[in-house]
């Protein structure tokens, strides 16, 4: 059966949802008519689907200013004798606001971060990650790039 994709141009950015059946969706509410948006597609989903609300995701300028700082302290910081990538500071830092927990991993002396998924940040955690990134390079002196601009 060929699914019937529906969108619609009053949201940004468009997500599609199927028509004919529900597999998955995914609506961001931006105003009033996407509420009732979700209404209308909560009344015609079969039983047993499951609804979850999240808050808001971080936005593309928060994400580029991330990996921004990332680079800039990867480049400017050695972290217990070791130079880290941006990729292995995000690990660190988002370890930290995490409160993440270190568990043994499957072979032995290795070791396994949990719970260190970005994507899943709110904008206010994220925020917090900014933060901490912030006070973190100034205790070590590192200057951002965009502090050349300003």
């Given at each position: 059966m060929r699914s019937k994709w529906k969108n619609s141009a009053s949201r940004s950015p468009i997500t599609p949802y199927r028509q004919d059946e529900m597999g998955r969706a995914l609506l961001v509410i931006h105003g009033q008519t996407d509420r009732q948006r979700v209404a209308a597609l909560a009344g015609k989903v079969?039983?047993?689907?499951?609804?979850e609300f999240?808050?808001?995701?971080?936005t593309l300028p928060m994400n580029d200013k991330l990996w921004a700082m990332l680079t800039d302290?990867?480049?400017q910081v050695e972290?217990?004798?070791r130079k880290l990538t941006p990729g292995d500071w995000k690990d660190v830092v988002?370890?930290?606001v995490r409160n993440a927990c270190v568990v043994p991993g499957i072979d032995p002396g290795t070791f396994?971060?949990?719970?260190l998924h970005t994507s899943d940040l709110s904008k206010d955690e994220f925020s917090d990650l900014l933060e901490l990134m912030n006070a973190f390079?100034?205790?070590r002196g590192?200057?951002?790039?965009?502090?050349d601009e300003a």
């Open positions: 079969p039983p047993g689907t499951r609804v999240k808050a808001a995701k971080r302290i990867s480049r972290w217990h004798g988002t370890a930290s396994v971060v949990l719970g390079a100034a205790e590192v200057k951002f790039g965009d502090e």
